[in-house]
T-cell receptor, first 115, second 112 residues
Framework: GAGVSQTPSNKVTEKGKYVELRCDPISGHTALYWYRQSLGQGPEFLIYFQGTGAADDSGLPNDRFFAVRPEGSVSTLKIQRTERGDSAVYLC?????????????FGPGTRLTVL | DQQVKQNSPSLSVQEGRISILNCDYTNSMFDYFLWYKKYPAEGPTFLISISSIKDKNEDGRFTVFLNKSAKHLSLHIVPSQPGDSAVYFCAASRNQGGKLIFGQGTELSVKP
């Protein structure tokens, strides 16, 4: 079956602009996660959803970052007033249930470049 | 505060030999540990995991060892194959809904 998909694969924007990154999880997965990976680092947790609600948003770096999952499936990560430091690969993952022992399946990521 | 650390950024091994990737953690509340493998331009792929109640888990050529007293885990790949060349991340969780804390990664190169 289809895996986790993310669009766009690449996004180049200018400092100060607004961007939206989309994630389509595996059908039926109730948990959805967003991570950010900077060059030379491992993925860094941002937020996860259980159904439609954000169960843990402790990793969002500041209030310029916001994510939604209105129907419990597709999720959008929104970044306002982008800064050069936001440049990274944004990874989305989903799992059947939000438990540490349930495998998270990752999408290919969106590479965001802020000029 | 880096709670999960992989101190070797790279490792080169001859085909057929053993690859040993290491990972250290600082938070004694972690109760589940995982290894992910990542190829360029792809997302990480789950490889193998271990619960804190065990000290070893094996799956084919891959074995993960956990030493809780030392807060250390390792991944052994035997025998190593060129297709194993990738970046390997260890990750840990506190059973907080599956939030994973990743190390920085180790790039493994298996030479034919």
């Amino acid at each position: 079956g289809a895996g986790v998909s993310q669009t766009p694969s690449n996004k180049v924007t200018e400092k100060g602009k607004y961007v939206e990154l989309r994630c389509d999880p595996i059908s039926g997965h109730t948990a959805l996660y967003w991570y950010r990976q900077s060059l030379g680092q491992g993925p860094e947790f941002l937020i996860y959803f259980q159904g439609t609600g954000a169960a843990d948003d402790s990793g969002l770096p500041n209030d310029r970052f916001f994510a939604v999952r209105p129907e419990g499936s597709v999720s959008t990560l929104k970044i306002q007033r982008t800064e050069r430091g936001d440049s990274a690969v944004y990874l989305c993952a989903s799992s059947l249930i939000p438990a540490s022992q349930d495998t998270q399946y990752f999408g290919p990521g969106t590479r965001l470049t802020v000029l | 505060d880096q709670q999960v650390k992989q101190n070797s950024p790279s490792l080169s091994v001859q085909e057929g030999r053993i690859s040993i990737l290491n990972c250290d953690y600082t938070n004694s509340m972690f109760d589940y540990f995982l290894w992910y493998k990542k190829y360029p331009a792809e997302g990480p792929t789950f490889l193998i995991s271990i619960s804190s109640i065990k000290d070893k888990n094996e799956d084919g050529r891959f074995t993960v060892f956990l030493n809780k007293s030392a807060k250390h885990l390792s991944l052994h790949i035997v025998p190593s194959q060129p297709g194993d060349s990738a970046v390997y991340f260890c990750a840990a969780s506190r059973n907080q809904g599956g939030k994973l804390i990743f190390g920085q990664g180790t790039e493994l190169s298996v030479k034919p």
